[in-house]
């Protein structure tokens, strides 16, 4: 056999893009934050005491941040907006971003998000994921997980495959960007009385306007 005469080929899949937010970013988001709305725990999956929504006055965070993630994306794996049963062109827009307070022991189940794109940016991280599985539960275990972030998706043989961040402070200001059907989930942490504070959103096609 001739190696040279031997071609590999790969299907085309969806992946999601990394981000780390500049400062100025950065500032703006915890500024709304700091003037965060009503509470929204109980129109999510988590199972967290705290979620709120906030506002993103002007869509200053839309226009300079998820926009061009919104064009990148397309650029790399194509625009999947264009899938959308509709008939005539309609712009993206920012639907809804919300804070979470994850405190020890609380978790977000396996879930997705509705829209076209979704997003999670990680705003405080106070533990560290390899002293967590360093605790007796997970020392020992062939899928230490504890206090980790984990993308769920199928591969072309139908097979359950996962993609694991597993999280420390340097992960602050991490931004992921994924299709908003994209199953994920987050694992609890023990024994750190601070909050884990996470941002995440929703972008839809908004119908009421052209494009």
Known sequence: MNKKE????EPTNLGWLEYKLNTQEMDYVWRCI???KENTSKTLAGN???SYSLLDRGDWFFTNVC????????????NLGSSAPIRTGHPYCLNRWWVNYQKQNEFNPIHNHGGVYSFVIWMKIPYDSKKQNQKNIARNSNSPLISDFQFLYSDMLGRKSTHEYHLSSEYEGMMLFFPAKLDHQVYPFYDCDEDRISVSGNILIDTSKKG
């Open 6 to 9: 031997v071609k590999q080929v």
């Open 34 to 36: 700091k003037n965060k």
């Open 48 to 50: 967290i005491t705290s």
């Open 67 to 78: 926009y061009p993630l919104i064009c990148e994306y397309g650029g790399r794996f194509g």
